[in-house]
């Protein structure tokens, strides 16, 4: 079990001098008293560095990113957010899929196999969780993963990445 905020502040702060470095204003915000949650601290690590990668890779002029973490009744949020390109709604829901890169001029100039996102869902999935997204083209994304606060992942005793495999 890891106090998930403890757990993703660490994760956060690992990448501050990445951000900083590419000219962002970086904040994390901790809500107090969050529960502790039976997480592959591993696949957390990988899904909010992609996330993070992300922010960066997409963002223009207004360099921004404001990762939270907080609670509700039945769920951990733990919010990644940007001021960069931003999503177009008719395309939000297709950037969890397979291979699939938002076609602009922007991400054309961007690396990227499109798998980042289907990564995220996946392992976030594993845990029980969701995955949720709020864009508005040329203002930004934020990027909300939900788990559960029962915080008990599937097939106790192996690894996210072991199950993934396994169900591949």
Known sequence: YEEIGTLVMAIAEEFRGQAEQNGFDYTIE????????????????QVLL?????????????RSIAVRVFSTPSEVGIEVRDRGIGIAAKEQQRVFEDFYRVDTSVTASRSGLGLGLTL??????????????????????????WLPRDGDVKSAGRSTSERLAAEA
């Open 30 to 45: 901790n809500e107090k008293d969050l529960p502790e949650l039976r997480v592959d601290a591993d696949a957390l690590r």
């Open 50 to 62: 992609n996330l993070l990668s992300n922010a960066v890779k997409y963002s223009d002029a207004t």
């Open 120 to 145: 995220v869902r996946g392992l976030v999935q594993a845990h029980g969780g969701r995955v949720s997204l709020e864009s508005e083209l040329h203002k930004g994304a934020c990027f909300t993963v």
